[in-house]
């Protein structure tokens, strides 16, 4: 089973970004998926959550109403959207689910 992440980069303050997860080898469908993000120095924090059913989410206070979890069962894939990025964003973005973990995509935010 893998996580693969995708769509990291470099952002510009107040800009947008799109990270995405494919699942593979285990049933997607059946697990709550999350974003994590660790940034130098830091602790790896949880970042958003989405569960399995009814699409129930979770957000860090940090990242509320700016940053969207969601979910494509059909797909096998995982979205995170994040919007008015700030330099504080930078960090390593992993995906997680089931008992997998992503390798990670780098998020930099700065100008």
């Known amino acids: 089973a893998q996580l693969v992440e995708s769509g990291g980069g470099l952002v510009q303050p107040g800009g947008s970004l799109r990270l995405s997860c494919a699942a593979s080898g285990f049933t997607f469908s059946s697990y709550a998926m999350s974003w994590y993000r660790q940034a130098p120095g830091k602790e790896r924090e949880l970042v958003a959550k989405?569960?399995?059913?009814?699409?129930?989410?979770y957000y860090l206070d940090a990242v509320k109403g700016r940053f969207t979890i969601s979910r494509d069962n059909a797909e096998n894939t995982v979205y995170l959207q994040m919007n008015s990025l700030k330099p504080e964003d930078t960090a390593v973005y992993f995906c997680q689910g089931s008992i997998y973990w992503g390798q990670g995509t780098q998020v930099t935010v700065s100008s």
């Open positions: 989405i569960m399995s059913a009814r699409g129930i989410t």
